[in-house]
């Protein structure tokens, strides 16, 4: 089938960004740019312990400061629909899984005032300790059913055990990757504006029709309910490919009061949430790595293994780590994996 010639070729000529002319000349509006004379503004409460369970909740002297519209907490907060993540289900428990975790907010006229609000408010916890250092001998390793994206957990081929028998040299090594985080140019950002039962999301999100059906779950709403208005996201490394918790924060924000929120992650609060939500982040791995070799010859197998941490709400990290094996031998390669 013969392909039809455009008017100029695609490689080696001159091709104009379509939106070129509005990001150089600032007329582009990222999520939180989205002009509204009625906005309000929200900001996160994150929690200070690293697991444990809230104890009390003093809002007062915030509740009094100038500018406050209102603060949410689990004890206020709307009620949510479970979803498969739950780091969706925001202010639904007292239970705190890790330091940074949302656990409020605070909604007032101006971002100062929001800002300065949340400072004021007193929160106790029941502290229950921590446990966030992995190794491959941890008690709660465990191997998941796929790893990403839909690859079998296990997959073996070869035979390593009568390689590694054959084997004249022999090296075993650890080595540990530390955790990175994608922090792109443009936080994490929403403003939420409900009108009546229909809600709009300007969102920086790289996944606008996945954002609309999980934050539409999880508020018990139809798709057809939610629109996410999107044109310009400032970076995102695969960090904006799902809603994460702060776009249902602002949503609940504006429901609460009626007004248009503002909200958007802090620089800080980007580290804080990303390495256990999803925000931006690549977990610690340390591998353990054996090889075999003949002298001289082929390498006749290999056992690289290795962990690492995700961290799904309800658990310390070490709890939803898992382990990774890849074994190779002679006649071929063969992999367990998890992730």
Not at 48 to 57: E, K
Request: charged share 20%; with cysteine; glycine share 10%.
């Amino acid at each position: 089938m013969a392909v039809p010639a455009t008017a100029s070729p695609a490689l080696g000529s001159r091709a104009q960004r379509l939106e070129a002319r509005e990001k150089v000349t600032g007329a582009a509006r990222y999520a939180y740019e989205h002009p509204r004379e009625d906005a309000a503004y929200g900001w996160i409460i994150g929690a200070t312990i690293a697991r444990g369970t809230i104890r009390s909740i003093d809002a007062g002297p915030a509740l009094a400061a100038p500018g406050v519209i209102a603060i949410l907490t689990h004890e206020n907060a709307p009620e949510l629909q479970p979803v498969p993540d739950g780091e969706l289900s925001i202010l639904q428990s007292p239970e705190v899984s890790y330091r940074g975790q949302i656990i409020g907010a605070v909604v007032a006229e101006t971002l100062e005032a929001a800002r300065e609000a949340a400072a004021l408010v007193r929160i106790g916890y029941d502290d229950g300790g921590h446990d966030v250092m992995l190794t491959p001998q941890h008690p709660k390793l465990y191997k998941p059913d796929v790893v990403n994206p839909r690859f079998p957990t296990d997959t073996e081929q070869g035979d390593c055990d009568a390689a590694f028998a054959q084997a004249a040299v022999q090296l075993d090594a650890t080595y540990t990757t530390a955790a990175t985080h994608n922090n792109p140019m443009e936080p994490h950002a929403t403003m939420a504006v409900w009108d009546g039962g229909a809600l709009t999301l300007y969102d920086s999100t790289q996944g606008a029709p996945s954002a609309r059906e999980s934050v539409a779950k999880v508020l018990g709403l139809d798709p057809q309910q939610v629109r996410v208005i999107s044109p310009h996201v400032g970076g995102g490394f695969g960090s904006k490919g799902t809603p994460r918790p702060h776009v249902v924060l602002a949503a609940l924000c504006a429901k609460v009061t009626d007004r248009p929120v503002k909200l958007a992650v802090t620089r800080q609060q980007m580290f804080d949430l990303g390495l256990v939500t999803g925000c931006a982040t690549r977990p610690s791995s340390p591998a353990s790595a054996s090889w075999r070799s003949r002298r001289p010859g082929p390498m006749p197998g290999s056992v690289p293994t290795r962990s690492a941490t995700s961290g799904p709400r309800g658990s310390t990290p070490p709890a939803a780590s898992s382990t990774s094996t890849t074994r190779s031998g002679e006649s071929g390669a063969t992999g367990r994996s998890s992730t």
